[in-house]
């Protein structure tokens, strides 16, 4: 992968226009454009202005994860806010740099912090379709009703799940999506509960 192409990665993963990265980055519509084309490299100003908005320039210009305990992982799987979404890889494609109070107000224990992408509408108003959502991947049981990242009969989902009477029901926030309930517990692998998002622009 090149670096123009690991640009066009994060501005996508950020689901961003290349008009609105370039405001980002602060830079011209058609500096980015090339960047991303691979006819020209960013110089230090936009690299400056990129870090600055927790993008890591390391992998940017090497490929190469410069993982400080402030960094989480971003990873390719989309979550589902709506239908079922099947898992297909699970490699890192990004990091973020996170302030260091994030991670106390949120109360993620830093190595356990990953990203996930949601897709759908289906979490509205708390996830909208292309946020990254930070998991706390210590939780991996349902431990009291909350919103979990979970894997179900193959399927990559993110609900608020609650306990109703023995049940266990998967609720989506937005009101047009009915809830379903979790008809076989040992199909169930909770990947994460969903402490903080970050919104795609």
């Known amino acids: 992968m090149t670096v123009g192409e690991r640009l066009k990665k994060i501005r996508e993963n950020l689901g961003l226009s290349q008009s609105n990265m370039a405001i ?4 011209h519509k058609k500096s980015w454009e090339g960047y991303e084309a691979g ?3 960013p110089g230090g100003e936009v690299l400056s202005n990129l870090a ?3 993008i890591d320039i390391n992998w940017v210009l090497t490929g ?6 402030n960094t ?4 390719d799987v989309e979550f589902s806010a709506g239908c079922g979404s099947i898992i297909s890889q699970e490699n890192i494609i990004s990091t973020l740099v996170l302030p260091e109070d994030f991670f106390d107000i949120y109360g993620i224990p830093k190595k356990f912090a990953a990203g996930v992408k949601v897709r759908g509408d289906s979490m509205q108003p708390r996830l909208y379709d292309k946020d990254i959502a930070v998991l706390d991947m210590s939780v991996r049981q349902f431990v009291n009703d909350g919103m979990y990242a979970f894997e179900y009969d193959g399927s990559c989902f993110i609900k608020k799940l609650q306990l109703a009477g023995d049940k266990l029901k998967a609720i989506s926030l937005n009101a047009e999506y009915a809830p379903w309930d979790i008809e076989q517990e040992e199909l169930l692998h909770i990947v994460g509960q969903v402490k903080a998002a970050i919104c795609k622009a």
């Open 24 to 27: 980002l980055a602060k830079c």
């Open 39 to 41: 006819n020209s490299l």
């Open 52 to 54: 600055q908005s927790g």
């Open 64 to 69: 190469q994860i410069n993982k400080t305990e």
């Open 72 to 75: 989480i992982n971003i990873y």
